[in-house]
């Protein structure tokens, strides 16, 4: 069955360190996969996607992530990390069942930031 | 543009008490409109989907409802609520689905919680 996979249930950096969130995909075909942030009692925001051509897609908020298909991972990434980042992160990979595809979400990492 | 209003944002029901939690969009037509729970620990799960007024796709068995009275409008309800139930529900809305090599971003709303007593 399909499925993401976020090994790090909870992160805490030191603010101005370096980031990257891990996310590993189950899916037999090309994914389509995503990176959501979720501050506190609030919705989800989108940080970027990947769905062809070049494997290293940059986001918003400084933040960027790696395709590669021979370690069935998405990993996410920023260089200098800010308070403000503290949240909870989602990766997700699109499944198609039928004619629709949906959101498959893994169980989300949540980051710490240490002044 | 297109927003999406959820309603209430939090909510504090006793077990075995009716829910109803609504879902708005503006801006768009033809959404296609999610529901997902968000429960402690367990990541975010699609509870139903619908690409159309009355059309209602549900991914998992459960106490739970949806319905699609107007084109913009997705409602999650429930007749007798569960401990279960309890954690944070967001709705969700995409643009009309086109084919299966391509894909709509999801765009959420602010997210209801929910707390069964």
């Known amino acids: 069955a399909q499925s993401v996979t976020q090994p790090d249930i909870h992160i805490t950096v030191s603010e101005g360190a370096s980031l990257e969130l891990r996310c590993n995909y189950s899916?037999?075909?090309?994914?389509?996969l995503f990176w959501y942030v979720q501050s506190p009692g609030q919705g989800l925001q989108l940080l970027l996607k990947?769905?062809?051509?070049?494997?290293l897609v940059q986001g918003i908020k400084g933040f960027e992530a790696e395709f590669k298909r021979s370690q069935s991972s998405f990993n996410l990434r920023k260089p200098s990390v800010h308070w403000s980042d503290a949240a909870e992160y989602f990766c997700?990979?699109?499944?198609?069942?039928?004619?629709?595809?949906?959101?498959?979400f893994g169980k989300g990492t949540k980051l710490s930031v240490k002044p | 543009s297109q927003t999406i209003h959820q309603w209430p944002a939090t909510l504090v029901q006793p077990v075995g008490s009716p829910l109803s939690l609504e879902c708005t969009v503006e801006?768009?037509?033809?959404?296609?409109l999610y529901w997902y729970r968000q429960a402690a620990g367990r990541g975010l799960q699609l509870l139903f989907y619908?690409?159309?007024?009355?059309?209602i796709s549900s991914e998992v068995p459960q106490n739970l409802s949806a319905s699609r009275p107007q084109d913009r409008q997705f409602i999650l309800s429930s007749k007798k609520l569960l401990l279960s139930d309890s954690g944070f529900y967001l709705c969700?809305?995409?643009?009309?689905?086109?084919?299966?090599?391509?894909?709509?971003?999801?765009?959420f709303g602010p997210g209801t919680r929910l707390t069964v007593l």
């Open positions: 969700a809305w995409s643009d009309d689905f086109v084919g299966t090599s391509s894909y709509n971003e999801q765009f």
């Open positions: 899916y037999g075909a090309t994914p389509y």
């Open positions: 990947y769905f062809s051509g070049d494997t």
């Open positions: 997700a990979v699109v499944i198609y069942g039928g004619s629709q595809g949906n959101l498959i």
């Open positions: 801006g768009t037509s033809n959404p296609n």
């Open positions: 619908s690409v159309g007024i009355g059309q």
